[in-house]
């Protein structure tokens, strides 16, 4: 970030010892009260402020120095240079009890404008910003002395109104507000006179100002504005400029505030009759007053802004002043529209225009962000359909300029703060989600914060089951963008369609592949789509799997589980039974059809296996609509090994809710159908087999098919003895040397333990039947979640009572 000389410069004032400083503050002193301060006293403040300001803790100076610093700024003879030096000092040892400044009576307004910057330094602890502010409005109310100029106050004034807005009183609101009007509408249009340099070559003749310019070298017909372009300034000119800076945030804290807005019929008439340049003033006698003068002059400016932006620039500099400009000056529009509508059909029109011409032109892409929001603000009074205007912004920049991070950060930015009015006035947004998750994938790390904020607007009962697929497939995306990017800067040559017939090998080639083609197409779409192709994506995943090392993939793939985690909670609000069922069974599928990147499986695996928990308890009934795929995914042995958390999670729930309790329509041949899956899966993993042979399975999914087994057979009295006799056959399982050998024995004991407590259980079939088979009034109530809390204590508290250990008398 700094250069060696910098960094070396910084660590010498940042280890500076209080002694040695107090030595050189009296050798800064001495120079300062000295005949002449020359450069060794530039010298010495220069690194005395480095001194002051390198630090994150605050430097101490005397007392008496704090106060000759004072005096040496306000003194008359003092250079300039010096008394910025001094200035800068005392504002990095703000706030200092030793301040005696005060901006009253400074007739000087470069002065004014570094005590003033001193005391709003100090925190407004004794209302400094008011006592600025007050001061600084005075100066600008009186006609400045020869040789003054408030252009060096103007910045003052604007710090004070964004530290403390209420600091001025309505009179001076009117009073600045006045001013600025004629700042912005009548700067001279004439260039500055150059300042002679007193040199020996120097011409004692002035040379005559000449016209000002259009960014594109034609003599200017209108009035001044940022975008003229002069060899020197006058001084009304520098204040229309900073008058154009302070504009947007002195119309948003100044600008509505007693607003008295004429008849709506009235105005309504006028502004039917009147030509868009036309003064939207009332057409009776009476004055405007100083805020609608100049949102009136506003107004005028911003449009001619927009008109300066149409043209060519000689400078490559003033084409991007242009591009700044455009944007503020729509900004500004919106902002006097929103506080006068009778505005709103002039701009309506003249932005419309301006969305035409520049939309084509993605050098111009952040305009249009203040451009839709003006029309999402004001279309509904000015009765337009802004459709092609959101329509545009959401499709085509996403697409085209996903790369763009900064532009990524405002279009997000700007979708999250809109998101209620986008969903309120056009569809358009929420179609367009599959574009706007480009942004996300590109972007991932920044932009994680945005999206949590903006995925619940975009989801709904339409949208969950793409978005679901979308937000697997993020990581893809990733790749997929980076191969679009690629192959974009390949040459012609390289750009032709591959040949069918021939398998591609890499990504870029698939890319141009007429059989993966389609894939890239639809992983890389603008809007959404009722085409369900997930299923056909299987080949581009795992082609796209080469990328998986990437560092922006790996980034991308890190935001998944957050987001994965917010759209169960969102969809949770107003999901159905159908859409229960359906996100179910694509959480089955999908489990399959992740990107390969085994930390971002195991993270959405766990993910999914706590949602799939919370799907049940909102729908119970799903275990029994879903019996063949729940049945399906539940008796397949691999699904133990590659998703064990999701395996464990869906046999927990069989066992929770495949009851009566909780659907009518569990049968007793149902939950004998699904005993005799598990029972099945139970057998295979704890069969015993040649040392070698034997594959280690996890603890976890052991205990949870005996337990399962053991809720079902309760519910199936018949299916008692059978599970019983398993249970009794793990301890030979657990001892067997094939399997010591695989598990270690801390799992062997808790597995050994859980069988003879589900064992000891079943020998009280009533008490079983009560604990794991609850009535219909009693499933959902406290007690009930209670009991399946201190489950694991229950058990043991039955295995106690049933085998007595030693020294164990109950009661």
Known sequence: MFTAAAESFLKQAREIREEEL????????????GPELGPEAVDCLQRLHLTVAATKYPRRLDGKFVELLQTVLCSSKCPEQIQMLCAAILREMSPCNDLILSCDEIPDTKLLSLVSSILLA??????????????????????????QNARYILPVLSNVISLSPESLTEEQINVVSKKMADWLRYASVQQGVAQPSGGFFSSPRTKQPGPITEVDGAIATDFFTVLSVGQYHTQDQWLNVQAFSMLRNWLLCYGGKGLKTPNPVDRSGMEKSVMPMVSTLSTSSRLPSPKERLREKAFEYCQRLIEQSHRRPLQKDDADLQKACLIEAVTIMDIICKQDSSYVNRAVSFLKILHGRICGDAAYARALLPIAQFFL??????????????????????AQLFH???????????????????????????????????????????????FVDLLPFLLGADTAIEIFHLLLDLPCLTAALDVQLRSAVLPTSEKAASDPAVKPTTCLEAFRHPLYRSMFQYLLRAKSTSEDAPERLIPLRQLLGSLASSPRVVQCAEAVPVLLELFFRVVAEFADGPLINQLVVLLLQRSDQLCDIPAFKDDVYRVLSSQLVMLCRLHPALIVELSTEILEFSGTISNIQNKEAIFTHVVWAIGEYLSVSYDKRCTVEQVTRFFEALEAVLFEITQLRPLPATPGYAPRAISVLMATLTKLAARSQDLIPRVSMFLSKMRTFVQSPAVTSVYHKEDLEEILIRATELMNLLKMPSVAQFVFTPPVDVASTRFQREVNDSLPFALRIVTRLLEPTPGFMPG
């Open 22 to 33: 107090r030595r050189f503050v009296s050798r800064v002193a001495a120079l300062l009260r």
């Open 404 to 450: 763009n991070a900064s532009l990524a950060f405002e279009f997000v930015q700007f979708c999250k703060d809109n998101s209620q009015l986008f969903t309120e006035t056009s569809s358009v947004f929420r179609q367009s989600f599959p574009n706007l998750f480009k942004f996300l994938a590109w972007n991932s790390p920044p932009l994680i914060s945005e």
């Open 377 to 398: 603000n004001h279309s509904k009074m000015a009765t337009v359909d802004s459709d092609a205007i959101y329509r545009h912004l959401l499709t085509d920049i996403p």
């Open 122 to 147: 100090q925190g407004n602890k004794k209302g400094e910003v008011s006592a600025v502010g007050q001061r600084i409005v005075k100066v600008l109310e009186r006609r400045l002395p020869e040789g």
